[in-house]
């Protein structure tokens, strides 16, 4: 198995202190990576001959430990590893593991071969004074690095329904003007999956730079837990293992729901000050959870299906999104301008008109809802897979996909949008 084999030298596994042994551990691997920081800079530990034995060795010698190991996950992924090999002192595995949590997901296995402290005999790697755990360290040197790199793809653009009002606070993400470097989620991905290889620390730096571009900081972000399916979490009660929307009449926090094909739905009652979010995907459409979250936003805070608004996320469109025939013909049966092509093997589906249309059949107006049909008003769904440069897509991207959201919060008296005018100043008393 190819794999990289990282030596902490910052910890305690010097050249100098282990080098017969380290020659013998890395004698068979082509990715060899020396952590060293600043200190091993400066005091030149790295002329050693054990580098002038290796035809490939990586130093990583940058001040921060959590720009070095960035550095390492940019290479690792280059060169398409996942097994890290580690070789360090008990102390550099205990912070090493809190990095790893941070900057690495479980599509990366590490392995830490640890040498004891009696083993480790000179004076610069005999051990370690520092006896703190190292979690909050650790989190403050990863969030510092990842604060100052610089944006990637642009700046970043969020997409408003003129429908919602100006009481609430919304927007539909798109995947300019985040950190991730990883091609199909670079680079504003908002969602961190094991099976990926964006880590979680990545992407709440691009959920805290949205926050900022948008306004909501330093409100948290509550992703609903997708299951593809219908159930609807109503925020204040128990909160289940899985869920497909939320509702809240709550301030102070702001409602998302993922995206990449699926749809992101906000829902809005500007009367009684309540909001929903909801993910819905094709699956989800045919369980209903447009109207499952309406029907919550009823009977949990007495909302008029009549005041309630619905806007629709960028989401991939009829042109893009095919199903098996047997699946289509559901869609068919919630209404034929569903699928356009019914007798094709794979028929194209639109489930945007599928939710539009549930949604008109429960009560909800034609003129409440803002999605692809809705004329006059600035397009807020547009086909995720037909614009890679603007959307993350699922369909066009393969599971490797990255995520946009659509999110909604209720604003609190005085409120005001980011870069709009100051309220007036209070008269003197």
Not at 196 to 206: H, I, K, S
Request: with cysteine; hydrophobic share 40%.
């Amino acid at each position: 198995m190819c794999e990289a084999v990282l030596l902490d030298l910052i910890h305690g596994c010097c050249p100098a202190c282990t080098g017969a042994s380290l020659r013998e551990e890395t004698a068979a691997d082509p990715h060899v990576f020396l952590l060293c920081g600043k200190r091993y800079r400066e005091e030149n530990v790295l002329s050693d001959a054990f580098l002038s034995s290796r035809s490939s060795v990586h130093v990583l010698d940058s001040d921060s430990t959590a720009e070095c190991l960035y550095r390492f996950k940019r290479t690792v992924d280059e060169l398409d590893l996942s097994s890290v090999r580690v070789l360090t002192s008990p102390r550099g595995r205990e912070v090493l593991r809190v990095y790893q949590e941070r900057l690495f997901t479980a599509v990366y296995t590490f392995e830490y071969k640890v040498r004891s402290a009696d083993s480790l005999t000179c004076p610069s790697c005999g051990g370690s004074a520092h006896t703190d755990p190292p979690g909050a360290a650790v989190h403050e040197d990863v969030s510092a690095f990842l604060q100052q790199l610089p944006a990637l793809k642009g700046d970043i653009t969020v997409l408003k329904s003129t429908l919602i009002p100006d009481c609430f606070g919304h927007g539909f993400s798109t995947r300019s003007g985040g950190v991730s470097y990883i091609p199909t989620l670079s680079s504003l991905n908002l969602f961190s999956s094991s099976r990926r290889r964006d880590p979680g620390a990545v992407v709440q730096e691009n959920r805290r730079r949205l926050a900022l571009h948008a306004g909501f900081h330093p409100r948290p972000l509550r992703m609903v837990k997708a299951n593809h399916a219908s159930d609807v979490w109503v925020l204040g009660k128990a909160e289940p293992e899985s869920y497909d929307a939320m509702v809240t009449d709550q301030t102070g926090v702001v409602l998302a729901a993922p995206g990449a094909d699926c749809m992101p739905i906000l829902f809005a009652d500007p009367v009684l000050k309540v909001i929903g979010a909801a993910h819905a995907g094709w699956r989800g459409t045919l369980m209903g959870v447009a109207m499952a979250t309406v029907e919550a936003m009823v009977a949990e805070f007495g909302c008029r299906v009549s005041d309630i608004l619905v806007a629709v996320g960028p989401s991939v469109g009829p042109c893009c999104f095919t199903m098996q025939r047997e699946q289509a013909l559901d869609f068919h049966r919630v209404h034929p301008d569903c699928v356009a092509d019914p007798e094709s093997a794979r028929p194209h589906v639109n489930i945007r008109l599928a939710n539009r249309i549930l949604l008109q059949k429960g009560g909800v107006l034609p003129e409440n809802i803002h999605d692809d049909a809705a004329a006059g008003r600035p397009r807020v769904t547009p086909c995720t897979s037909c614009h890679p440069e603007a959307f993350f897509s699922h369909v066009r991207d393969g599971l490797n996909f990255g995520t946009q959201v659509g999110f909604l919060w209720i604003k609190e008296t005085g409120e005001r949008a980011p870069g709009g005018p100051k309220p007036p100043a209070a008269a003197p008393v």
